[in-house]
């Protein structure tokens, strides 16, 4: 088309000097006619006669006219055109098609390496946060942790070692209700005051939920990247389980087979983690229960506390996470210690050695190596409980 375009510039172009140069002589030899035509008139009322006797008439001379131009203007003259031809030069649409993948979510499988609990779990170090009512702790590796607690808007990196790495302040300055780390570093938390759930990644903040008529509580990043809130409702009257990726809800837990409701309707906090197996454990304050449902949301079992008690208080606990062996660890802050119970809900025994006060949210590294909250103390104690 360029080509086609340059050629019919370039016809244009000479056929306008061809007629720009027509006209030019034409308009010399009229200019001509005009003079010998005002010599004429002039002559006529002149009353000498040697003009006249010189006049040489110029008729012959003017009537040789400008040889005509004939313009032949351009054609068009198309060839036949070949549908398949051109199809080929063109290129060709593949159909559309469907296939059906099969995909199967494998779940973590427990460690094959099995390590057995501890006679006596001992503390490796005490990391003092200065938190006042240390409430969260959540790791990614086995370097660093972030706490956070329930009297300021700090959130505090540590190195295992105690040192101080980072501090960042929720938008609302508010305290978070909760926090919890993706596997690419980013920290996510959860605002009280505003109803949302705020990612930061690199200094970066981006609100990724915000709710209507809920609050979000506690906070898991799951093993495919997918975040749990709990969250209870403005009245305080239900409680459930949503299940995130990035802001779109993918899976809601909230009632039983029978339509009754897993999780008890009040604001008590209510962490929650995930096994390695998938399900999805939640330690019910409220409710004095550890509520352990499966990936698809049915209820697997709830634990109450162990069929014989030696502890002064009724079991509430508090915070809850799980190892590479798929066991549970939940914490019983009014009477000091850790439960730790199998993959199905089995009692398996207490951590109550370790000078635990108030223990409340919990975490397990990589390494197996436990990091437990001491509220009104602002430690956080890092104990080795497997062999």
Same mark, same amino acid.
């Given at each position: 088309?360029?080509?086609? /375009? +340059? *050629?019919?510039?370039?016809?244009?172009?000479?056929? %306008?000097?061809? @007629? &720009?140069?027509? $006209? #030019? !002589?034409?308009?010399?030899?009229?200019?001509?006619?005009?003079?010998?035509?005002?010599?004429?008139?002039?002559?006529?009322?002149?009353?000498?006669?040697?003009?006249?006797?010189?006049?040489?008439?110029?008729?012959?001379?003017?009537?040789?006219?400008?040889?005509?131009?004939?313009?032949?203007?351009?054609?068009?003259?198309?060839?036949?055109? /070949? +549908? *398949?031809?051109?199809?080929?030069?063109?290129?060709? %649409?593949?159909? @559309? &098609?469907?296939? $059906? #993948? !099969?995909?199967?979510?494998?779940?973590?499988?427990?460690?094959?390496?099995?390590?057995?609990?501890?006679?006596?779990?001992?503390?490796?170090?005490?990391?003092?946060?200065?938190?006042?009512?240390?409430?969260?702790?959540?790791?990614?590796?086995?370097?660093?942790?972030?706490?956070?607690?329930?009297?300021?808007?700090?959130?505090?990196?540590?190195?295992?070692?105690?040192?101080?790495?980072?501090?960042?302040?929720?938008?609302?300055?508010?305290?978070?209700?909760?926090?919890?780390?993706?596997?690419?570093?980013?920290?996510?938390?959860?605002?009280?005051?505003?109803?949302?759930?705020?990612?930061?990644?690199?200094?970066?903040?981006?609100?990724?939920?915000?709710?209507?008529?809920?609050?979000?509580?506690?906070?898991?990043?799951?093993?495919?990247?997918?975040?749990?809130?709990?969250?209870?409702?403005?009245?305080?009257?239900?409680?459930?389980?949503?299940?995130?990726?990035?802001?779109?809800?993918?899976?809601?837990?909230?009632?039983?087979?029978?339509?009754?409701?897993?999780?008890?309707?009040?604001?008590?906090?209510?962490?929650?983690?995930?096994?390695?197996?998938?399900?999805?454990?939640?330690?019910?304050?409220?409710?004095?229960?550890?509520?352990?449902?499966?990936?698809?949301?049915?209820?697997?079992?709830?634990?109450?506390?162990?069929?014989?008690?030696?502890?002064?208080?009724?079991?509430?606990?508090?915070?809850?996470?799980?190892?590479?062996?798929?066991?549970?660890?939940?914490?019983?802050?009014?009477?000091?210690?850790?439960?730790?119970?199998?993959?199905?809900?089995?009692?398996?025994?207490?951590?109550?050695?370790?000078?635990?006060?108030?223990?409340?949210?919990?975490?397990?590294?990589?390494?197996?190596?436990?990091?437990?909250?001491?509220?009104?103390?602002?430690?956080?104690?890092?104990?080795?409980?497997?062999?």
């Amino acid at each position: 088309m360029d080509q086609r /375009e +340059k *050629e019919i510039d370039e016809n244009k172009l000479k056929h %306008l000097s061809i @007629l &720009s140069k027509h $006209l #030019e !002589e034409i308009k010399q030899l009229q200019s001509l006619m005009q003079e010998s035509l005002h010599n004429l008139n002039e002559m006529e009322e002149s009353n000498e006669v040697t003009p006249t006797i010189h006049y040489s008439s110029k008729n012959q001379e003017f009537s040789k006219l400008p040889p005509k131009v004939l313009v032949s203007m351009p054609k068009f003259i198309p060839k036949p055109i /070949e +549908k *398949e031809e051109l199809c080929s030069l063109i290129g060709k %649409l593949t159909p @559309l &098609s469907t296939t $059906l #993948e !099969e995909r199967v979510f494998t779940a973590k499988k427990p460690n094959p390496s099995v390590r057995e609990l501890l006679d006596e779990p001992e503390v490796l170090n005490t990391i003092k946060t200065r938190h006042e009512k240390l409430r969260s702790v959540t790791c990614r590796n086995e370097e660093e942790i972030w706490t956070s607690g329930r009297t300021t808007a700090d959130i505090k990196c540590f190195n295992t070692r105690g040192v101080l790495q980072k501090t960042i302040k929720t938008k609302s300055v508010e305290w978070p209700a909760d926090i919890a780390v993706y596997s690419d570093g980013a920290l996510v938390y959860s605002d009280w005051r505003t109803r949302t759930v705020t990612k930061v990644k690199n200094d970066q903040t981006e609100g990724i939920i915000r709710l209507q008529g809920w609050t979000p509580n506690k906070l898991c990043v799951t093993s495919s990247g997918d975040l749990l809130v709990t969250m209870y409702s403005d009245d305080y009257t239900q409680s459930k389980v949503v299940r995130y990726s990035g802001s779109t809800v993918k899976q809601t837990i909230q009632f039983d087979d029978d339509g009754q409701p897993l999780y008890s309707g009040n604001k008590y906090p209510k962490y929650i983690t995930e096994n390695r197996n998938l399900d999805i454990c939640m330690a019910d304050r409220g409710a004095g229960a550890v509520v352990v449902v499966n990936q698809a949301g049915k209820l697997r079992f709830r634990y109450n506390g162990p069929p014989s008690s030696t502890k002064k208080e009724p079991f509430k606990p508090w915070g809850i996470t799980t190892d590479s062996q798929s066991r549970i660890l939940t914490s019983d802050g009014d009477n000091h210690c850790i439960h730790v119970l199998d993959v199905h809900g089995q009692f398996l025994r207490y951590i109550d050695n370790c000078d635990l006060k108030l223990p409340t949210g919990l975490c397990v590294d990589n390494d197996d190596s436990l990091f437990v909250c001491e509220c009104f103390r602002g430690n956080v104690k890092r104990i080795r409980y497997l062999k």
